[in-house]
């Protein structure tokens, strides 16, 4: 789950790659960008090589109207 300012944007699911939401409307001067993640169990996390942490990328693009 993302969350922009409190604002929910969408769920990612753990097989997509990427995403991308629209936050036009919900940008201000200052900006928390929040992701849900959920944690698994120590032993799941060994047994299925999981990690909690990846490369997180945020692009902002500027569209001209």
């Known amino acids: 789950q993302a969350e922009l300012n409190g604002q929910p944007l969408g769920h990612i699911p753990s097989s997509q790659d ?3 939401f ?3 409307a919900l ?3 200052r900006n928390e960008l929040l992701f849900l993640l ?3 169990s120590r ?3 060994r047994e299925e090589n999981a990690l ?3 490369d997180v990328r945020l ?3 500027v569209t001209e109207e």
């Open 43 to 45: 032993e799941r996390a």
């Open 52 to 54: 909690l942490w990846q």
């Open 38 to 40: 959920p944690i698994p």
């Open 18 to 20: 990427s995403c991308s």
């Open 59 to 61: 692009e902002i693009a």
């Open 22 to 24: 629209e936050i036009t």
């Open 27 to 29: 940008v201000d001067s």
